[in-house]
């Protein structure tokens, strides 16, 4: 079945540090890739996405490529905020699974100022 | 813009008592999803509506049924309640296409506690 692999965290960080979180997937058909981020206490807000092949998400300063040959989608960011301190989803959605999330463990990111 | 709503926010049970979670998806959107969230861990798919019929079905427990009615809200009816259960459940909602199914946005979700 579709899973997803992603680093674990935590990762702590000093403002202004670059951030790469790493994620790996399997799937069964041709899935579209996402990031969620959920703020303490909150719900999911979707960061970005990338729906095919060497597409490049990228959102509030945070980028993504969709990179086939190595099932991956790690997410980066040049210059973090304390403000970006929250736990990371990576996800797939896979059309021939019924179009749901399946998401990894998520990665907790601290940002120290 | 109109997000995903879910009622009600919090909610604390007593074990074997039932509860119902409300969604109302954002406008336009006909798809339905219901994932859990146990501490500390990652959203788990139970099952979404597509136009009011089922359309997947993932982990949920016999004791759960849902719905998406005629307005295209859905809830969640959880019966026989256990400890286990307590959890953040959050409904998602999109738009389908005959390509490809859209983006899922997420409500707030319903903080669960069984005591």
């Known amino acids: 079945g579709d899973s997803v692999t992603q680093m674990e965290g935590p990762v702590t960080l000093s403002e202004e540090a670059f951030l790469t979180i790493n994620c790996t997937y399997t799937?069964?058909?041709?899935?579209?890739l996402f990031w969620y981020v959920q703020y303490p206490g909150e719900g999911l807000q979707l960061l970005l996405k990338?729906?095919?092949?060497?597409d490049k998400g990228s959102n509030k300063g945070f980028e993504a490529t969709y990179r086939k040959e190595t099932t991956s989608f790690h997410l980066e960011k040049g210059s973090v905020q304390v403000s970006d301190s929250a736990v990371y989803f990576c996800?797939?959605?896979?059309?021939?699974?019924?179009?749901?999330?399946?998401f990894g463990g998520g990665t907790r990111v601290l940002v120290k100022p | 813009a109109a997000g995903v709503i879910q009622s009600p926010r919090h909610l604390i049970k007593e074990k074997r008592e039932t509860a119902t979670l409300k969604c109302y998806p954002i406008?336009?959107?006909?798809?339905v999803y219901w994932y859990q969230q146990g501490p500390g861990q990652d959203p788990q798919f139970l099952i979404s509506?597509?136009?009011?019929?089922?359309?997947d079905k993932g982990s949920i427990p016999d004791r759960f049924s849902a719905q998406q009615f005629s307005d295209y809200h859905s809830e969640l009816n959880m019966s026989s309640l256990e400890l286990g259960d307590s959890a953040l459940y959050f409904c998602?909602?999109?738009?389908?296409?005959?390509?490809?199914?859209?983006?899922?946005?997420f409500g707030p979700g319903t903080r669960l506690l069984v005591l």
């Open positions: 406008p336009r959107h006909d798809t």
């Open positions: 799937a069964t058909g041709y899935p579209s």
């Open positions: 990338a729906t095919k092949a060497d």
């Open positions: 998602a909602s999109s738009h389908s296409t005959t390509i490809k199914q859209e983006t899922q946005y």
């Open positions: 996800a797939l959605s896979d059309g021939a699974a019924g179009n749901k999330l399946t």
């Open positions: 509506f597509y136009e009011k019929m089922q359309s």
